[in-house]
């Protein structure tokens, strides 16, 4: 990289926001330690995502039914669900035909703090995950914890959540996009996952991300650890 191009890219970074799939940095320590935007917070009774073009929080859709996300939701930035995501989760649920859903991967991060709004970082430490297969796309929600969090900074893996927390879990996402009436379901939760494998889906959601995106490679690192 020359000097000319640092210094643009110093400039361009104070002078305007990053996107947070793009412009953000998975985390120096990922996948044990990752970056996590949040789209949605536990009081929210619109579901936020983020606009994939402009990076700008947009209105997804308005929730339908009085069900609350139980956790904080969002993203890790520079990943995708492509192959290597996919082949992780055919594996693991024994099943085939099996694509990513060629969005970034999803995480649920738990925490005692209230926080109000959504659109802000933090510091997790992913625990697990949940096999989601939705539409017949592997859409993988990785479960975290906030970093030094005074009640759940100290579990290590999913094992140590209360099996109610993940039921609550498993049935906002089984229900969040059913409609009045809705007898067949398109959503199906395969497994839950510990941290180890976690990590994985970590691993190759970055390197799908690495392989997506080659023109924003250079700006993230070449292999997660």
Not at 127 to 144: C, Q, R, V
Not at 182 to 197: C, D, L, S
Request: proline content about 6%; overall charge negative; hydrophobic content about 35%.
């Amino acid at each position: 990289m020359s000097g000319q191009e640092s210094a643009d890219q110093r400039l361009n970074s104070l002078l305007f926001r990053a996107h947070p799939w793009h412009g953000v940095s998975i985390g120096d320590e990922a996948p044990e330690v990752v970056t996590a935007y949040i789209e949605i917070v536990p009081t929210d009774t619109v579901k936020y995502e983020v606009d994939k073009v402009t990076g700008f929080l947009k209105v997804d859709r308005p929730q339908r039914f009085s069900n609350l996300c139980p956790s904080y939701y969002g993203l890790v930035p520079q990943t995708y669900c492509g192959e290597r995501v996919a082949e992780l989760f055919a594996r693991r649920a024994s099943r085939k035909g099996i694509v990513g859903d060629r969005d970034p991967l999803d995480i649920c991060v738990l925490t005692e703090k209230t926080i109000p709004h959504s659109d802000i970082l933090l510091t997790a430490l992913p625990i697990g995950g949940l096999s989601m297969l939705d539409g017949g796309e592997a859409d993988d929600k990785i479960i975290a914890v906030m970093k030094d969090d005074a009640v759940y900074g100290g579990f290590t893996d999913i094992a140590n959540c209360p099996p109610t927390l993940i039921d609550r879990l498993q049935h906002y996402f089984l229900t969040y996009k059913q409609a009045p009436g809705t007898t067949q379901h398109k959503v199906e939760i395969t497994n839950v996952y510990g941290r180890a494998e976690a990590l994985k889906v970590i691993r190759a959601s970055h390197a799908d991300y690495r392989a997506q995106f080659p023109e924003l490679a250079s700006r993230c690192p070449k292999a997660l650890g």
